[in-house]
Nanobody
Framework: QVQLVESGGGLVQAGGSLRLSCAAS????????MGWFRQAPGKEREFVAG????????YYADSVKGRFTISKDSAKNTVYLQMNSLKPEDTAVYYC????????????????WGQGTQVTVSS
């Protein structure tokens, strides 16, 4: 069992930066691949970034590649999403998720989810 709590969302102007955090509880944290997803109003939840359970490999959606960075601090049981050069189209609720498969970008395959944090980028 893994519990996830996101934080760090907010309102930012286009071109700005935010860092999201996802604090995880549970002793099996390091056995799960971690992912960030987002969902805008009226749209399906989409993959943003992922990191393998060992933390050695990261992967990104094309829309955020070069702007977002996912990282993991196993000592703190926390996953981060550093978001730079934000655009209005990045506006969404961002979710942290834990799953059993590395490199998986399908939200339906992730087992545990946080409550989400709102990110709003103004133009």
């Amino acid at each position: 069992q893994v519990q996830l709590v996101e934080s760090g969302g907010g309102l930012v102007q286009a071109g700005g930066s935010l860092r999201l955090s996802c604090a995880a509880s549970g002793r099996t944290f390091n056995t799960y691949a971690m992912g960030w997803f987002r969902q805008a109003p009226g749209k399906e939840r989409e993959f943003v970034a992922g990191i393998t359970w060992g933390g050695s490999t990261t992967y990104y959606a094309d829309s955020v590649k070069g702007r977002f960075t996912i990282s993991k601090d196993s000592a703190k049981n926390t996953v981060y999403l550093q978001m730079n050069s934000l655009k209005p189209e990045d506006t969404a609720v961002y979710y942290c998720a834990a799953g059993t498969l590395n490199y998986n970008t399908n939200h339906r395959d992730y087992r545990y989810w946080g409550q989400g944090t709102q990110v709003t980028v103004s133009s």
